[in-house]
């Protein structure tokens, strides 16, 4: 076994070797960049406490910027510049300096400092194995209840070969990744630091590993893939205390659902894979698998089935960090969940009125949140129209409220598509401010039902447009 491999396995038992949290200062140089120009450094701790933290700097006459940032383990991060993006590998305590021209963001970059010989390494391994940073680009793959993304070249790769041959591609791409890092540490003893090294090589496997249990669960049934082809899920540490990398991350999860689906449960998803975590994970892999799922719960349209086990992993989780990512989803849902009371908002309707909550008490209210840019906004309020007759002379309400940039488009819309059957709102694209946060809008399209004494409903699936109808004439019923 190589060297840094068994380095590696160390780790994943003994925990990381880097401290916890602390400042980090990323520095640089673009030349050919234009003065005051903004350069923003990107850190995604979604999976730690639920933030996606941005950083912005303005390039000075010299072209010079600099970020402190907080780095609480070792992790990718992202440079953006001209709508181009480049990864950088940061850990706590780095001073790293980062220079470049900006004609050619961010192929031509070169790295100093403390962290600077870890990014030159990295820098030649995305060449040889790249990583798609427009999200945009990359493809989704429906494995069990979830929604699994790869690159566009593994996309191809799934797509053209055979079990067998995709097995025969990862294993060579994870033993040529592997033999060129032990060579290179091997060749310059002490040029890399310990974390990075431990963050590379959770990079080889968790990239082979999450790739072919994708494969295996995606194709299964194509293909009649065979238990035995998932032989190779004993080989990967399911402890692992590094949980910085993607692909870490990534299989865990897709290993989770794995799990789930060979049980052929039917009943809660999220619920039970809760539970089935503590089955198979340890460690922060385990109280990041239950952190994802109770976020899920929360998210869901039945929120108050997880409270009871959002209470017992607060009690039993030791990482803080994650307790502070589920209380803050818990926080969100409270706001919204069945038997809340919804917040009040005054907006200006259609024809120029201001509309309160307050003039709709009384009313069983479907308040619908979307935009006229959004596709299945548009397909959701279409199908909507079925039901609004049957509901035209009761106490039911249909209020849809717009997130669009320009009311002239809003109004438009709804002359064109027929929504004036509604009392329509608009609420000046405000999905980060204003009422959209109140609610906990951040996706499009939402929608939530409120009783006649103005609390929140329960709300069946979007998509099942019988039991909405049915649920509003029972409100309507109600006192």
């Not at 396995?9 to 673009?30: E, R």
């Not at 791409?173 to 060749?187: C, G």
Request: with cysteine; aromatic share 14%; net charge neutral.
């Amino acid at each position: 076994m190589f060297k840094s491999t068994i380095i590696f396995l160390l780790f994943c038992l003994a925990g990381p070797l880097h401290s916890w949290g602390a400042k980090s200062l990323v520095t640089g140089n673009v030349k050919s960049s234009l003065y005051g120009v903004e350069i923003d450094l990107t850190v995604n701790e979604k999976y730690l406490n639920g933030d996606l933290i941005s950083y912005t700097s303005h390039i000075d006459q010299n072209g010079n910027f600099s970020f402190e940032v907080d780095i609480n383990e070792p992790e990718l991060v992202s440079l953006n510049y001209a709508g181009k993006r480049a990864l950088l590998f940061v850990q706590p305590n780095d001073t790293l300096h980062v220079e470049g021209n900006g004609a050619d963001f961010p192929g031509n970059l070169s790295f100093m400092g403390k962290g600077g010989a870890d990014n030159e390494y990295l820098k030649n391994y995305f060449k040889k194995y790249p990583v798609e940073t427009n999200q945009f680009k990359l493809k989704q793959y429906k494995a069990g209840n979830f929604w699994f993304t790869v690159n566009p070249e593994f996309d191809k790769m799934m797509m053209a070969q055979h079990p067998a041959q995709f097995r025969s591609s990862m294993d060579e791409r994870k033993r040529s990744a592997q033999a060129e890092f032990d060579s290179f540490i091997e060749k310059f003893p002490g040029t890399l630091s310990p974390g990075f090294v431990e963050y590379l090589n959770t990079e080889i496997i968790f990239d082979w590993a999450y790739h072919l249990i994708l494969y295996g669960d995606v194709f299964k049934l194509k293909y009649g893939i065979q238990q035995d082809y998932f032989e190779f899920l004993s080989t990967v540490p399911t402890g692992v205390e590094t949980i910085g990398n993607y692909w870490c991350r990534e299989f865990l999860k897709a290993y989770l659902d794995h799990l789930h689906q060979d049980r052929g449960a039917y009943g809660i998803t999220h619920l039970e894979k809760y539970s089935l975590a503590s089955d198979y994970f340890s460690g922060r892999a385990l109280y990041f698998l239950q952190s994802e799922m109770i976020a899920k719960g929360f998210r869901s349209n039945d929120p108050s089935s997880m409270i009871g086990k959002y209470w017992s992993f607060t009690e039993e989780n030791p990482y803080t960090y994650f307790s502070e990512k589920v209380s803050t989803i818990y926080q969100k849902a409270v706001r919204t969940a069945s038997g809340s009371l919804a917040p009040h908002f005054e907006l200006t309707s259609s024809n120029g009125n201001a509309v309160s909550l307050k003039d709709l008490k009384g009313k069983v209210i479907f308040l619908n949140f979307w935009a006229s840019w959004c596709r299945p906004c548009i397909s959701k309020m279409e199908a909507l129209k079925s039901i609004q007759p049957d509901l035209q002379n009761s106490n039911v309400e249909f209020v849809n409220i717009s997130l669009d940039k320009s009311r002239d488009t809003w109004k438009r819309t709804i002359e064109n598509r027929g929504f004036g059957n509604a009392i329509n709102l608009f609420a000046d694209n405000a999905i980060e401010t204003g009422v959209a946060a109140q609610y906990g809008v951040k996706i499009l399209p939402q929608f939530f039902i409120i009783d006649k004494n103005g609390f929140f409903s329960r709300k069946p699936k979007s998509h099942d447009l019988v039991a909405i109808q049915n649920l509003l004439s029972e409100l309507n019923l109600q006192n």
